[in-house]
């Protein structure tokens, strides 16, 4: 009997130990105290009162005169009973709500993280909350959703998935059929993304549009859009030289080199041309004249030459610029001006492709109302044309992002996703417009294979748009850059190392990257950013075949 009641004693002492450091554990980690729960007592102990309390009376009302003394000692044992009951009751919900709180050695855990400043993965709940928890909006990957403004920016070694998990099931999603779903302009290598989605698109009421100059056959029944830069403006409009300024950096992007002397002189040459092209009726307003015009020599030069000088447009800039040229060719015998129209014809020179040439004769695509109708734009070229057509893509992305900041909509968002996004070279508006395209609610999302791509091309900026984007994700990581990259982004996580000696084992803590390198390049999920979250999501591939049933069967794919 003795044995029992030291047993007793123990586990009683081990529980109420227990039941203290756990409390302790949770206000260090919470903040607060943990408060002492007031509840009614429990039905059964009123039951048992109410019980105890008709024995009573019964008894009383059968012992005649000794009532008095069975109703004091009933008192006696039934108060004391019925408290120790509640207090019992009490403890039993305290333990319980610790007991949904986590284990001992749980708890342990998260005070140790608290106190070095530890986190974890995020939890689903804080991703949805941290993507403004509505459930609609554009699908960033395994049915997760952000109706938020800013941009976006996925880095994905090549074949990772970055198609099938996070574009495809953008522009397949179940809620492109409601009227106010975002407009989408689409860089497409190869054109699979319009493929597997086009059909979709239309069903859910979208004007869907492919530029796609060299025919793609697998493509060929979507047609194949033109569009003219500047049928965005006309030569007196107030935002002339934006636009105009736009096109030169598009055709003539800045150098690497310091002296660029050239390259700043045939942006003014080309600039000087378009003027002149906009400010007269002879010749077509498009690339067509302007790739003509550029490529004159000898007499037919000095001709149009001498036309400009007429020309009193801009001011007279146009004349006196003119006349500049031909003070040039008279000095120093041309030689000078020889240079800058060789880096002007250079620079053109995509457009001695006549299918390319013809892509930008005429506007099929209205610029002006993509913002403000249901659009998917889908811009289409065999990955080894890309490099090649850098210029015209430059050109084509550029016009958008410019006519965006004049022809937007606060209803409808217009989502810009450019796949293998490096391949577009430095492009300007990209750099100066990311900061406020957002307030014209527009999403730049571009999509490049490493870091080192996007730090090779805007060298001073490149971090800024990474620091600024709200969402990003990264999978498939293969290179080192990248790699230390996310690693020192994570944040820290604990870890619990064996050290030993000669006496015994020990355990540490030890504070270290939520991954390492060598992990990031190993990771199988999408690692998650949004800004704001400290934590970042670790979100499984979820292809779009296993979101929905939207999707066309894929050409590409047997």
């Not at 903040?31 to 009614?40: A, D, I, N, S, Y």
């Not at 957002?438 to 870091?451: E, K, S």
């Not at 390198?517 to 990771?523: A, D, I, L, S």
Request: net charge neutral.
């Amino acid at each position: 009997m003795e044995d029992n009641d030291s047993d007793f004693a123990k586990q009683w002492e081990k529980l109420s130990k227990d039941i203290n450091m756990r409390t302790k554990l949770v206000e260090e980690i919470t903040g607060e105290k943990m408060p002492v729960e007031r509840k009614l007592p429990s039905s059964w102990i009123i039951g048992y009162l109410v019980v105890n309390l008709i024995i009573v009376i019964m008894i009383t009302s059968s012992a005649g005169r000794d009532a008095g003394t069975v109703f004091f000692v009933s008192l006696l044992i039934s108060v004391p009973v019925a408290g120790i009951a509640y207090y019992v009751s009490m403890q039993q919900h305290h333990w319980n709500k610790l007991n949904k709180m986590g284990t001992l050695e749980e708890l342990q855990q998260k005070a140790l993280k608290k106190a070095y400043g530890a986190k974890d993965w995020a939890t689903t709940e804080e991703i949805k909350i941290a993507l403004g928890n509505s459930g609609s909006g554009l699908h960033v990957g395994s049915k997760l959703y952000w109706n938020g403004q800013g941009h976006m920016m996925t880095v994905g070694g090549s074949r990772g998935g970055k198609g099938v998990n996070l574009i495809l099931p953008a522009l397949l999603a179940d809620n492109l059929k409601e009227a106010n779903a975002p407009s989408f302009v689409v860089l497409d290598p190869k054109g699979e993304n319009l493929a597997v989605s086009g059909t979709y698109l239309q069903s859910a009421g979208y004007n869907v549009l492919a530029v796609n100059p060299f025919d793609i056959p697998e493509i060929i029944l979507f047609g194949n859009a033109r569009f003219n830069p500047f049928d965005l403006f006309s030569g007196t409009d107030p935002d002339f030289d934006k636009y105009a300024d736009m096109i030169a950096y598009a055709l003539i992007p800045p150098a690497s080199h310091s002296n660029d002397y050239f390259d700043k002189s045939a942006r003014n040459y080309v600039t000087l041309y378009i003027r002149h092209m906009m400010t007269q009726d002879q010749e077509p307003k498009n690339f067509r004249t302007l790739y003509k015009w550029l490529r004159l020599a000898g007499s037919e030069r000095t001709g149009l030459l001498m036309q400009m000088s007429k020309n009193d447009a801009f001011d007279g800039d146009i004349k006196d610029e003119a006349t500049a040229i031909f003070g040039q060719l008279v000095n120093d015998g041309g030689r000078t001006v020889e240079g800058i129209y060789s880096t002007v014809r250079t620079a053109t020179d995509v457009f001695k492709d006549n299918q390319l040439r013809n892509s930008v004769s005429a506007s099929d695509i209205d610029l002006k109302t993509i913002a403000h109708q249901k659009t998917a734009i889908f811009v289409c070229l065999s990955p080894a044309d890309l490099e090649r057509c850098q210029t015209w893509l430059r050109l084509f992305f550029g016009s958008v992002m410019r006519a965006l900041t004049k022809y937007y909509s606060r209803d409808r968002k217009v989502v810009m996703i450019m796949d293998e996004f490096p391949t577009l070279g430095a492009l300007k508006e990209f750099e100066t417009a990311s900061g406020f395209l957002a307030g014209y609610n527009v999403t730049l999302w571009p999509i490049m294979q490493d870091l080192t791509q996007l730090k090779s091309l805007y060298t001073n900026s490149w971090e800024t748009f990474v620091n600024n984007a709200i969402v990003r994700h990264y999978l498939a990581i293969g290179d080192n850059f990248t790699a230390d990259y996310i690693s020192k982004r994570m944040p820290k996580k604990l870890s619990m190392v064996s050290t030993k000696s000669a006496d015994n084992d020990e355990l540490r803590e030890v504070v270290k990257p939520l991954l390492e390198p060598h992990e990031v390049m190993g990771w199988q999920n999408m690692i998650l950013e949004i800004k704001g979250l400290d934590s970042p999501g670790n979100l499984i591939k979820l292809p779009y075949w296993e979101i929905n049933s939207n999707a066309s069967p894929n050409p590409f794919r047997s």
